[in-house]
């Protein structure tokens, strides 16, 4: 099975601050990465797929990186709803396997 | 397109746990795999499996023994069902619709319905 790490498991930032988390998966998924925002008591919802493509309807602010084995997540500036946890899933292969999570806290 | 899932909330030890998944506004037998997702209170995403309209199943190591998802194209849902459970099946448990492409990803989310195992 491909383990994710995300990094670090919680941060806690101002309104405004640049925000990365990383994910790194145990062997290389090539671009096959989508990040996921999931708000307390909802659903999780998809941010980014395919690495870096942003999904229909996500504020720019986001944005995704990365190929390989070593991918991030970046919130250019911190906004009050990004409360949230962040978890990353590869899909290149099964078992899909989703990183541990970042809680992310608005200071 | 939206997803419901429905089933008890509350499931005693070693029994089976049973789950459905109504998908409205869209055809199951579309290009799309259909899955299942859930999440311990307090706790990360775990990935049960995905099925193909065709039947074709996936699932994940740890649960493959007890675990059977189904579909029925006549009702536009998709079951699941997890044999002999325990309390470590405690969860929330999200169905979701995800796209046949390479590295294809979970959207939409149904809302989750929430199950605990106890006596």
């Known amino acids: 099975d491909i383990q994710l790490t995300q990094s670090p498991s919680f941060l806690s930032a101002s309104v405004g601050d640049r925000v990365t988390i990383t994910c790194r998966a145990s062997?290389?998924?090539?671009?096959?990465l989508a990040w996921y925002q999931q708000k307390p008591g909802q659903p999780p919802k998809v941010l980014i797929y395919d690495a870096s493509t942003l999904q229909s309807g996500v504020p720019s602010r986001f944005s995704g990186s990365g190929s390989g084995t070593e991918f991030t997540l970046t919130v250019s500036s911190l906004q009050p709803e990004d409360l949230a946890t962040y978890y990353c899933q590869q899909l290149i292969t099964y078992p899909l396997t989703f990183g541990g999570g970042t809680k992310v806290e608005i200071k | 397109v939206q997803l419901q899932e429905s089933g008890p909330g509350l499931v005693k030890p070693s029994e089976t746990l049973s789950l459905t998944c109504a998908v409205s506004n869209d055809s199951i037998t579309r290009n799309y795999h259909w899955g299942w997702i859930r999440q311990p209170p307090g706790k990360g995403l775990e990935w049960i499996g995905d099925?193909?309209?065709?039947?074709?199943?996936f699932y994940t190591p740890s649960l493959k023994s007890r675990v059977t998802i189904s579909i029925d194209t006549s009702k536009n849902q998709f079951s699941l069902k997890l044999t002999s459970v325990t309390a470590a099946d405690t969860a929330m448990y999200y169905c979701?619709?995800?796209?046949?492409?390479?590295?294809?990803?979970?959207?939409?989310w149904g809302q989750g319905t929430l199950v605990t195992v106890s006596s």
């Open positions: 979701a619709r995800r796209l046949i492409v390479a590295g294809g990803w979970f959207d939409p």
């Open positions: 099925i193909y309209y065709s039947g074709n199943t």
């Open positions: 062997q290389g998924i090539s671009g096959y």
